[in-house]
């Protein structure tokens, strides 16, 4: 049984995808930095892997969450 509307989990799991969203913003603005200042390719290379890293590890994250959310976690089966 999937998790009620209201549930913590959900919750989350928006705020992951709005983290998502503000992460890939800083990438593209990397991007355009890279343009602009090519002689920091250095420096936005190592803040683009660190941002890579960041996005990553929240896809995982919500990868979680909306597995437990599918399957109902814990508390909301207890309240069904």
Known sequence: MACTTNCQKRIILLDKENKLSKLNQTKEWLKELDLQEPWRRQQNA???????????????????????????????????
């Open 46 to 80: 190592e803040k683009t892997a660190f941002v890579d890293g960041l996005i990553a590890t929240t896809v995982a994250e919500a990868g979680l969450l909306v597995n437990d959310i599918a399957r109902g976690c814990a508390l909301c089966r207890t309240l069904q």
